[in-house]
């Protein structure tokens, strides 16, 4: 079985392989084409026209529907993985008004467990998966339950704005940017019921992503820009943990500003930055992961996607990771080093790159576009051993 987004070119190559290995050529003769541009069509050079891709389904036996995709291309965003018991509580109303909440010390010790697994483990979907539709609910009704106890219902309101952030950062990973924006807005709800500056600015970050991840940067950069004005005279007293969340909203408006390719000043607000984080040093306030090694990360980051791959793999050479509180920073940095080994076409690099990405976390691998149109580019160019590994690692990852 073929994933639903997988290109024309891909599918032909996978029935033609899938069924008895078939050579390219002897296909290519009883289609009544030529070789070259059977390979072309498989690497996705060419667009078969309808009476050519029936001819192919008919000689490699399979509907001509098979060799349809139901999406336009590879870089389309993985299919919805989102834990259905997750949306529900997402809708629903959790427990009864009349049962006895949890107590908040304990929503804060698991919502601060889940952020811990969320951060560092291999396997963060599977188990956010198992423990956020109880979180949910059981924070959810704190909030309700604890109405007239003003000290209780704020700490609840800081357990629900915590556990908001963890949740955007879910939806929008598994592929419900729909459901992030919500989880983003409930975050700021709760972050200003609570009255928390710190709180109230940590949300406009992951607010900030979500418009990041919509398409709307400047949205995001408004949003960045106002919250961080808020912090400002905070963080100019020499709070740190401010001038840290301070520092992370400037991100944003780097990241916004690589978006509409204005590179430049990406990179002027990368290096303001780098300033504050040099001061504040590594850290995790918010869960933003923000200290110096995250702003370069960003900046590796702004070069791939400028296509400045080899000064993108200079600064590469010069980072230590090993000290990330997140290993999604590690994993988002490994897989843009791949791409801009991509860039090069250096396919062995590339594929080094994806394996130790498997290695390290397989649910992050098999839900990032990048990484399926790597291994797709791997399978369709790639020296025969190589695309034969890559192809192996697509199917691990669901693509084939």
Known sequence: MVASDLPIGDRVRYYRQARGNRRQDVIAGLVGITPDYLS???RGLKIPTVPV???IARELGVPTAALLAEAPAPAAIPPDSTEPAIVQALMGYGPPQSSVPVETHLLRERIERAWRSWQASPNRFTEAGAVLPTLIADT?????????DPDQRREA???AADLYFLLRSYLRRTGRVDLSLIAADRAVRAAEDADDPLRIAAAQWNLGHVL??????DGAEQVAVRAAEELHPRAAAGEDKYAAMAGALQLVTAVAA???REWWTARERLTEAQVTAQRVGEGNVGWTAYGPTNVELHRISIEMEAGEAGEALRMADAVDTSGLPSMEREFTFTLEVARCYDLRREDTAV???????ERMAPEDLARQAMARDLVLGLIRRAR?????QAESLAQRMGVL
Do not use: D, F, K, Y
Request: net charge positive.
């Open 40 to 42: 072309q069509i498989e």
């Open 53 to 55: 891709l029936h001819a």
């Open 140 to 148: 959810e009704h704190a909030v309700r339950a604890h109405r007239n």
């Open 157 to 159: 309101l800081r357990c």
């Open 212 to 217: 990041l991840a919509t398409g709307e940067p």
């Open 258 to 260: 690589s978006r509409r």
């Open 351 to 357: 594929l080094l790159h994806l394996l130790e990405l």
């Open 384 to 388: 025969a051993m190589h695309a034969r």
